[in-house]
């Protein structure tokens, strides 16, 4: 029985990951037939610059040693240091890693930064941990990458699992490791850090942010506007519970809600913080909240709503639940939450994407001023970063939806199309060396 169920776990993984890297090089070809790309560049931009693969110890609360598997996988720097997260969960492997590292290339190129584009993770269930042992395993695994990390090289955040108390661990070893005289000039090697250990106000929230700006941008070009709208969210993790707080704010109503433990339904709207504080208190599980009722999981995707937003892993918008979808938009708050079936249903429904490389672009982006920050020695309160946020946003959603609309294509391709672009350009005024 053991066995099977290995197999039948590596099969799902298998499904996953084939996925991921499929849907991304699908989409990459789309945006380059598009833009009619230089060849040279397409092959450059087909295939990740690097790849590791870490196999390291830790010692268990027990005593017994365990060897963990971690992965970073750089894309492409073209355009600055390599920048994307640490993700802690059994879906973490190489072909996902080379997906998701791909899709930070195309995201920091959207949103105009000084980066490429890298992904990375340990292959673990963090629930089977205790915290001890994950500080061990993060700093183990830190001590492994030494150098192929760096602030100007490689930049990792938080992502699925991960946090800002992971970062610290991160920041803490990779420092520690340097010679006195350079410690503090090395905080940036990671973002997301906690605010007292160099970290940004706002960052936190960044990302649900900008997932929240992106659906107000698009029912604003409607004339529409958030109130009483009915969302539901997949994930109420940091993105999720972000975008839901900022939803609510302007009026509108979470009427369903999913995370790995079940899915609460009320059509009346579930309140988002005291789903908050009931998820906190029971280590981020809402299933069991008394305000909302539980339905099949596989029925979560079919709720009535107006807007739809995927916030948990890859692969969730798929040919089985995509014709379920009643939303007119859904707004990606994962990275690649649709897969290329699921889009082609959605598209033909008339529903709109935001594609996830601008919808979730709002964490990467807060990370750059953090990095900013702790290279310039500066700080900023609150409301200065989230007005930049804003800004930077409203920015890009406008190039990726004129661009959309000029071109009479989907979001998607366009904000594919104004990425690779920028990179394209970058590599023909450089050239290839040597
Ligand atoms: P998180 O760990 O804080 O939360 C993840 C949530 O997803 C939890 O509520 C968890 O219960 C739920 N979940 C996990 N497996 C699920 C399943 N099978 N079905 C339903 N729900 C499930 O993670 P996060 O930081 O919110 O990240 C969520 C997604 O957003 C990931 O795809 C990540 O790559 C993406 N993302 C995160 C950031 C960021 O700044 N944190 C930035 C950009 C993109």
Not at 227 to 236: A, D, E, L, T
Not at 261 to 290: C, D, R, W
Not at 295 to 313: M, Q, R, T, Y
């Amino acid at each position: 029985m053991e066995i099977m169920t290995e197999e039948l776990n590596s099969k799902t993984k298998n499904i996953l990951k084939r996925g991921m890297m499929d849907n991304v090089m699908e989409q990459f070809n789309r945006a380059a037939n598009h833009i009619h790309l230089n060849p040279n560049i397409r092959k450059i931009l087909s295939i990740t610059n690097n790849e590791l693969v870490i196999h390291f110890p830790v010692k268990m609360d027990n005593g017994d040693v365990e060897i963990f598997r971690g992965y970073r996988v750089q894309h492409n720097n073209a355009l600055g240091p390599y920048k994307g997260g640490l993700r802690y969960h059994p879906t973490v492997d190489i072909d996902a890693a080379r997906a998701l590292a791909m899709w930070m290339t195309w995201k920091t190129s959207l949103a105009g930064l000084p980066y490429g584009g890298g992904k990375g993770g340990i292959q673990l269930d963090p629930s089977k941990y205790s915290q001890g042992e994950l500080e061990r395993i993060t700093r183990r695994f830190t001590f492994a990458l030494a150098d192929n990390i760096g602030p100007e090289h490689d930049i990792p955040a938080p992502d699925l699992n991960t946090n800002s108390q992971t970062m610290a661990w991160i920041a803490d070893t990779y420092m520690s490791t340097r010679p006195p005289a350079e410690r503090s000039a090395n905080q940036h090697v990671v973002t997301g850090k906690p605010i007292e250990s160099g970290g940004l106000e706002g960052r936190d929230r960044a990302t649900g942010f900008g997932v929240y700006l992106n659906i107000k941008f698009w029912l604003n070009s409607k004339n529409e506007t958030l109130q009483g709208k009915r969302f539901i969210v997949q994930g109420f993790g940091n993105v999720g519970y972000w975008a839901a707080y900022f939803l609510e704010q302007e009026g509108a109503k979470l009427v369903a809600v999913q995370d790995v433990f079940g899915s609460l339904y009320n059509p009346e709207g579930i309140q988002v913080e005291k789903l908050y504080n009931y998820s906190t208190s029971n280590k981020g599980n809402i299933a069991g909240f008394p305000e909302a009722s539980i339905i099949d999981k596989h029925d979560f995707f079919g709720v009535d709503c107006d807007i739809c937003i995927p916030a948990a892993l890859g692969n969730q918008i798929t040919k089985e639940s995509a014709p379920n979808i009643k939303a007119r938009l859904v707004a990606e708050g994962a990275n690649g939450p649709t897969d290329v079936e699921g889009e082609k249903i959605l598209l033909a429904k008339g529903i709109t994407i935001i594609p996830d490389i601008l919808c979730n672009s709002g964490g990467v982006i807060a990370s750059y001023f953090e990095w900013l920050q702790n290279r310039s020695g500066d700080m900023w309160p609150i409301d200065e970063v989230m007005d930049k946020l804003e800004k930077k946003l409203k920015n890009s959603f406008d190039k990726v939806y004129e661009y959309a609309k000029n071109e009479g294509i989907d979001m998607r391709t366009a904000a594919y199309c104004i990425a690779i672009t920028r990179i394209e350009k970058a590599y023909v005024q450089r050239g290839i060396f040597p």
